[in-house]
């Protein structure tokens, strides 16, 4: 079975704080996501990576930034927590090939205080 | 830019009623995947369709995707409380001719309750 898992189930930080978010997957998936989740929005693709060292802007990149140095290792990085970052961040991976299914991790619920 | 809407944004069934999920793009896909998240979960693959027309089961959920690769519904025939939880469909279209990049659409999902 894929397996995705993300460091933190539930995760608190003050405004100004630089937080990771980690996430590793152990199916050699070359894709790799990051979604935010907010009710009434849906799924929302903040970045992506079609290889090591490798990413491309999804749909709201604003305020974030990633990191892929390993296959199996994506990170998302909030240079600047605000308060409007508050969501659940959902990890996901593929193979690579266009329109392949995701596997998502359980996700992290930030909260920015 | 290319959009997936999804509709109803909620339904609220009686446990044996049937239901419906419908999903429409702005593009022609390249395929239509189904995901469903259960309350507190993340989401999770169902199925993939890829042909024009095509019609696949999986025990009680009929999935369809449209003519003209543009639409897709999911119908659960005799609903169980099992089948609580938000259904996404996700549309995927080529962003250049013959490549391989393009962009998995996420619908904003339907959530379903079932009242035993």
């Known amino acids: 079975d894929v397996k995705v898992t993300q460091s933190s189930r539930y995760l608190v930080k003050r405004t100004g704080e630089k937080v990771f978010l980690e996430c590793v997957q152990d199916?050699?998936?070359?894709?790799m996501f990051w979604y935010r989740q907010d009710p009434g929005l849906g799924l929302r693709l903040i970045y992506f990576s079609y290889d090591v060292k490798m990413k491309e802007k999804g749909d709201i990149p604003e305020g974030y930034s990633v990191s892929r140095e390993k296959k199996e290792r994506f990170s998302l990085i909030l240079e600047s927590a605000s308060t409007n970052q508050t969501s659940m961040y959902l990890c996901a991976s593929s193979w690579s090939g266009g329109g392949r299914e995701q596997y998502f991790g359980p996700g992290t619920r930030l909260t920015v205080t | 830019g290319q959009q997936v809407m999804q509709i109803p944004q909620y339904q609220h069934v009686q446990e044996g009623e049937d239901f419906t999920t419908y999903c429409n793009s702005s593009t022609t896909l390249s395929n239509i995947q189904w995901y469903k998240q259960r309350p507190g979960g993340h989401p999770v693959f169902l199925i993939q369709l890829v042909k024009s027309g095509e019609v696949k089961k999986q025990k009680r959920l009929t999935f369809q995707f449209g003519e003209a690769k543009k639409n897709s519904s999911l119908h659960i025939t005799a609903t169980q409380t099992t089948d609580v939880g938000t259904y996404f469909c996700a549309g995927w279209a080529r962003m250049n001719y013959g490549g391989s990049q393009g962009n998995l659409i996420f619908g904003k999902g339907t959530k379903l309750s079932v009242k035993p």
């Open positions: 199916m050699d998936h070359e894709n």
